[in-house]
T-cell receptor, first 113, second 112 residues
């Protein structure tokens, strides 16, 4: 069964303390891996799409990377406003040509000033 | 201009009632979804429609009935609400299978 596993479940960082979040997946025939950010009381906000192993995407203090089994979201010198839940998702086949976007359980990131 | 909008944002109702949540997208996408997010923040897919046709139904109780009058709208009707239905429900839309989905702001349903 296709699965998406994120770790750690929660991460506390001091402002400026760099770290990484992990998303491992077991999907046959990857059709993209998506990273989202979710703030309390809001819907998930799209960050990045990665399609092939070795690909990297960057946005401000965030950099997403992809291997054949997992993706990392690297956060460099985080600020308190980076505090959010970070979700990764992959399209998983649900029969025929139909795909459902399957999410991991997310990592709750808290950045203290 | 909001891409995916759902109403209402908050819904408090008593057990046994019937309620509806509406969703509209202006992105021209063919595929729309309903997701349920529980208290532990896990996003679980409920339904998916492609061009008004139901293509995914993730063993959701029959009390939940989605309806898509056109490809820009996907509504969710819930009959005989139960306490366990309390959650945040998100609508989303998507273009091609390998592109990102866009989410609405969510509807927090509280059943008392």
């Amino acid at each position: 069964e296709d699965q998406v596993t994120q770790s750690p479940e929660a991460l506390r960082l001091q402002e400026g303390e760099s770290s990484s979040l992990n998303c491992s997946y077991t999907v046959s025939g990857l059709r993209g891996l998506f990273w989202y950010r979710q703030d309390p009381g809001k819907g998930p906000e799209f960050l990045f799409t990665l399609y092939s192993a070795g690909e990297e995407k960057e946005k401000e203090r965030l950099k997403a990377t992809l291997t054949k089994k997992e993706s990392f979201l690297h956060i460099t010198a985080p600020k308190p406003e980076d505090s959010a839940t970070y979700l990764c998702a992959v399209p998983a086949n649900s029969g025929g040509s139909n795909y459902k976007l399957t999410f991991g359980k997310g990592t709750l990131l808290t950045v203290n000033p | 201009d909001t891409a995916v909008s759902q109403t209402p944002k908050y819904l408090v109702t008593q057990m046994g009632n019937d309620k509806s949540i509406k969703c509209e997208q202006n992105l021209g996408h063919d595929t729309m979804y309903w997701y349920k997010q529980d208290s532990k923040k896990f996003l679980k897919i409920m339904f998916s429609y492609n061009n008004k046709e139901l293509i995914i139904n993730e063993t959701v109780p029959n009390r939940f009935s989605p309806k898509s009058p056109d490809k820009a709208h996907l509504n969710l009707h819930i009959n005989s609400l139960e306490l366990g239905d309390s959650a945040v429900y998100f609508c989303a839309s998507r273009g091609w299978v390998n592109t990102e989905a866009f989410f609405g702001q969510g509807t927090r349903l509280t059943v008392v």
